[in-house]
């Protein structure tokens, strides 16, 4: 799964990369240790009300996706991913996938390996920080949904909550040995294809998915502080002195 990520853009720097016309909403400052139920940073289009122009939006989301018929907004905490392979068909995903899907920027992602020898109740998991080797942003594939309180009169704006999840697939062998699952990502020639809303297929939005190449990517051990919310900053993306995975046979 991609259960934590950085993103450390401005909001100056996301509106040119992505092209964006407008910027809806105020953005979550640089965060270098995302967490599920948190706002992001992403990129979609909508058609306007009035003249049904296409407008590509930077908006915050909520990381965790509470489909529209949700009865609570509690479901997002489980629906921080959706998977690749059933993306297009599972009931909680297949709409959004038809209709709203969008970018979620990252600097990269962290996650979890179990070195062997590990022992105890609770063995020692060490966090590495996953990144494109050229030093670019991923632009993970993402969904969003909209959804209202239905305790709330939707003529109050804290009626609606925006939320999106990041859909996942199996690991290269770049960072397979770390986790199983990764972030699928959109290519910046196919950007334009995955954010029209006039594409309402979801099987073949599916198809504009690649997986990144494994020479693509790096992956180094970072601090344990990055295990804990409550820690920020970029010095959770310093990699460690000493790589406790570099004697590892299983690993690079």
């Known amino acids: ?29 640089a965060d270098y240790n995302v967490a599920p139920t948190v706002e992001v940073p992403a990129i979609l289009e909508r058609k306007a009300k009035d003249s049904r122009d296409v407008c590509r939006r930077l908006t915050p989301l909520v990381w965790g996706l509470v489909p529209s018929w949700a009865k609570t907004r509690g479901t997002g905490a489980k629906m921080i991913n959706a998977r690749f392979e059933t993306v297009a068909e599972k009931p909680a995903f297949k709409r959004a996938c038809a209709v709203r899907r969008c970018l979620l920027p990252a600097d990269g992602y962290y996650e979890w390996y179990e ?3 590990s022992s105890g109740s609770k063995p020692r998991k060490q966090p590495f920080f996953i990144h494109r080797a050229d030093g670019g942003r991923l632009a993970m594939a993402g969904l969003y949904e909209i ?9 109050d704006d804290s009626a609606w909550l925006r939320t999106c999840t990041v859909i996942t697939t199996r690991a290269t062998d ?5 986790h199983d699952r ?7 020639d196919r950007w334009d294809a995955w954010l029209d809303p006039g594409q309402t297929d979801p099987g073949a939005a599916r198809d504009l998915l690649v997986v990144t190449e494994p020479a693509m990517l790096e992956a180094y051990a970072v601090s344990a502080l990055v295990s804990n919310v409550k820690n920020n900053g970029p010095q959770l993306l310093e990699p460690l002195a000493e790589d406790p995975a570099r004697d590892e046979e299983t690993l690079f």
Do not use: F, N, Q
Not at 174 to 178: L, Q, S, W
Not at 182 to 188: A, F, K, L, N
């Open 147 to 155: 959804w209202r309180d239905p305790d709330k009169d939707k003529d």
């Open 182 to 188: 990764m972030p699928m990502v959109v290519t910046p």
């Open 1 to 29: 799964m991609c259960g934590r990520y950085a993103s450390s853009a401005s909001p100056d720097e996301l509106a040119e990369e992505y092209e964006v016309d407008d910027i809806v909403g105020e953005l979550p400052g």
């Open 174 to 178: 770049a960072v397979g040995h770390i």
């Open 115 to 117: 070195p062997e020898g």
